[in-house]
């Protein structure tokens, strides 16, 4: 079936603007995850939902970032203000249970290469 | 210092040539360990997947993990040109088992 799905591929903006990333995990899957990854650097988590619970936001840099997850499956990355050093590939995960175990899999999509000029 | 420390590279191999990537972590409460294949321009993409101390072999991969000095080793045997990509280890705890931490990744590059 299908894998997750994260649109647009790339994005060029200005400093200052807004944008939205979207993510579609993979059907049926219940938790939703978003990671940032800058130039050499490792995934750095950002949020966590599973079904309807609250979201883990820990990982939210600041708060010109935010997510919702809307009818429990397709998400939204919102930031706001656009700086430079939000430059970076966000990437979706979708998994299919909260518990540990193989369950807990992480499926990712290709990422929204955010360039902020 | 960083959670899980992974050498970048970029480590060049020749093919045939056995591979062996590692990670040190600090904090003993994780007890999940995986490891993933990221090819450029491309999401990251499960290999291996641990959990607490102990090998595991798949194919070609056998991923090792010693709790008690907090290291997790990949070994990629008879590698492959198709190898070629970063290699980025991630590990969580019990608690948020869920939260992955993840190594900065290691570049590796089969030369035919």
């Known amino acids: 079936g299908a894998g997750v799905s994260q649109s647009p591929s790339n994005k060029v903006t200005e400093k200052g603007k807004d944008v939205e990333l979207r993510c579609d995990p993979i059907?049926?899957?219940?938790?939703l995850y978003w990671y940032r990854q800058s130039l050499g650097q490792g995934l750095e988590f950002l949020i966590y939902f599973q079904g309807n619970s609250a979201p883990d936001k820990s990982g939210l840099p600041s708060d010109r970032f935010s997510a919702e997850r809307t009818g429990g499956s397709v998400s939204t990355l919102t930031i706001q203000r656009t700086q430079q050093e939000d430059s970076a590939v966000y990437l979706c995960?979708?998994?299919?249970?909260?518990?540990?175990?193989?369950?807990?899999?992480?499926?990712f999509g290709a990422g929204t290469r955010l360039s902020v000029l | 210092q960083k959670e899980v420390e992974q050498d970048p590279g970029p480590l060049s191999v020749p093919e045939g040539a056995i591979v062996s990537l590692n990670c040190t972590y600090s904090?003993?409460?994780?007890?999940?360990f995986m490891w993933y294949r990221q090819y450029s321009r491309k999401g990251p993409e499960l290999l291996m997947y641990?959990?607490?101390?102990g090998n595991k072999e798949d194919g070609r991969f056998t991923a090792q993990v010693d709790k008690s000095s907090k290291y997790i080793s990949l070994f990629i045997r008879d590698s492959q040109p198709s190898d070629s990509a970063t290699y980025l280890c991630a590990m969580s705890g019990v608690d948020s088992s869920y939260k992955l931490i993840f190594g900065s990744g290691t570049r590796l590059l089969v030369r035919p």
């Open positions: 995960a979708s998994s299919s249970s909260r518990a540990g175990g193989t369950k807990n899999i992480q499926y």
């Open positions: 641990t959990y607490s101390s």
């Open positions: 904090n003993s409460a994780f007890q999940y």
């Open positions: 059907s049926g899957h219940t938790a």
